[in-house]
């Protein structure tokens, strides 16, 4: 079956005093699929997540989503285009309830007041979409960390999400709260959303991701199929080395 590009970037590239951030990058990204970001820190993907979130505009290049080409993203732009990203650092507030989080900023209907018995219909709808069960008048900040990633990822799906761009998601989680995220992940790609995955943990990235793109020093280096290489050979796309490199063999007689 043909693979339809939601989203491609062709040629972006972003400079700042003395770095290179982003060098002539360019990447396909499928509807529907897991597609996982990988690099060491500073390979340019936090730059490449918000050339897409409109938080920098790029110096060059041009990005085409479903068919329609920009310069350049504004926040307001992403959002109404249905690209939406979940950040390490969480954006929630602890007082309000799990309801109050997810549609906080979101007008609902056309009451100019606050709707407490709306806002909590439609977070359960979104809930139930993602397979979860949340105490919607909990106040978040007595939820777990696990739960208030949830509530981070029901928050994008208020919207008419097309993206979902997940960044280290996983490092706040325990091994069984991973399992729940991974669930919800699964369910979105099923229901066509395509995720931008960005981890630093190899193996969940084996797990889960349909295709691995690698960057390195801001430049573009491959995509592969996840069943198309090993750890050994990412980890050399990702570093330009062979790992045992830093760790020669050595020959000694013991005296």
Do not use: W
């Not at 390979?43 to 110096?59: E, N, Q, R, V």
């Amino acid at each position: 079956m043909e693979e339809i590009n939601i989203l491609e970037l062709k040629h972006i590239s972003k400079e700042y005093p003395g770095v290179k951030a982003l060098n002539d990058v360019s990447l396909e990204f499928h509807r529907g699929e897991v597609h996982a970001l990988m690099g060491e820190n500073g390979a340019g993907k936090s730059t490449l997540i918000k050339t897409l979130s409109g938080a920098i505009m790029p110096d060059g290049g041009e990005i085409i989503f479903e068919g329609q080409s920009y310069t350049h993203m504004a926040p307001s732009l992403s959002k109404s285009l249905g690209i939406e990203v979940i950040y390490q650092e969480f954006n929630l507030m602890p007082t309000l309830s799990v309801a109050e989080n997810i549609f906080m900023g979101e007008k609902l209907g056309n009451k100019t007041f606050y709707d407490r018995t709306k806002a909590e219909c439609e977070a359960q709808k979104v809930l139930d979409r993602m397979h979860v069960k949340l105490n919607l008048k909990e106040k978040v900040q007595n939820l777990s960390v696990a739960n208030m990633q949830l509530v981070e990822i029901a928050k994008a799906l208020t919207k008419e999400i097309k993206i979902l761009i997940m960044d280290e998601p996983t490092a706040p989680l325990t091994s069984d709260e991973v399992e729940i995220l991974f669930a919800i992940v699964k369910t979105l790609k099923e229901q066509g959303v395509t995720i931008i995955y960005i981890s630093h943990r190899i193996n969940e990235v084996f797990r889960i991701a349909d295709r691995i793109s690698i960057l390195r020093d801001g430049n573009y280096i491959k995509t592969v199929p996840t069943t198309g290489i090993d750890r050994d050979e990412l980890i050399r796309l990702m570093v330009g080395r062979e790992v045992s490199d830093t760790y020669p063999k050595r020959n000694f007689a013991p005296g």
